[in-house]
């Protein structure tokens, strides 16, 4: 899980590590020689003008290792986060898909490019890149990721793209002390789309028994030469 939060802290923000321009925040390391595998993160961060970011991923439970498929455990998700080449955050997570080859690879190339393309002076918007990210994986590897990603800039707006069945919501605070939570892009699953076409209830929609059937991703068939 990636979270950014902008209000009043407990804490001072000067507790935390300042997230500067150039030194982003990853966890998309592959395994060492040795098998060991360290993509596993815990960071927090300040973020000028804009408040903090918390960040945590471990491998958990491999079904594959659990099934006798493998020695070492393999942690297929990766994610980041960075500040743009005009210090505007970028939060990225991504969800490599366990039924397919290289989950992993997909989903460190598609941070690792983000991150590269948002640090240049003149970046794409992030439906841009995630569509050149699409064509490079196919073009690496069988693997495939979902992912979702965040640009937030100064006046509060926020710039988004996602795909497959990562969710994310944005808390608003509103007069009075409210806060009000939108979910700007439902999860692109099967349950979603029958849920478009029906009065699904939202219980009945996260309960659903095909809510975990992913309908898009990136990458997921490597090109031939």
């Not at 998700?77 to 997909?106: H, K, R, Y």
Request: charged share 25%.
């Amino acid at each position: 899980p990636l979270a950014v939060k902008n209000s009043t802290p407990a804490i001072p923000l000067s507790f935390f590590p300042e997230l500067r321009v150039g030194e982003p925040v990853l966890a998309t390391q592959l395994p060492d020689p040795n098998g060991v595998h360290l993509r596993e993160l815990i960071d927090h961060r300040s973020i000028p003008k804009f408040g903090e970011v918390s960040a945590f991923t471990e491998i958990g439970l491999d079904k594959a290792k659990l099934m006798g498929k493998r020695s070492q455990g393999v942690n297929e998700d990766s994610m980041g986060f960075t500040l743009d080449a005009v210090g505007n955050p970028v939060l990225i997570v991504c969800d490599g898909v366990g039924g397919t080859q290289a989950g992993e690879i997909a989903s460190k190339v598609t941070v690792e490019r983000i991150v590269e393309e948002v640090s240049r002076s003149e970046s794409k918007n992030l439906g841009e890149i995630a569509l050149e990210i699409d064509a490079h994986v196919k073009s690496q590897t069988v693997g495939q990721t979902v992912m979702a990603a965040l640009r937030i800039f100064e006046d509060g707006s926020v710039e988004h793209v996602s795909v497959g069945d990562i969710r994310f919501w944005i808390i608003r605070s509103h007069e009075g002390g409210s806060r009000r939570v939108y979910e700007p892009r439902v999860p692109h699953t099967l349950s979603s789309a029958l849920r478009t076409q029906s009065e699904m209830t939202t219980v009945a929609f996260n309960a659903h028994p095909w809510s975990n059937q992913v309908l898009s991703g990136l990458g997921g068939v490597k090109k031939r030469d």
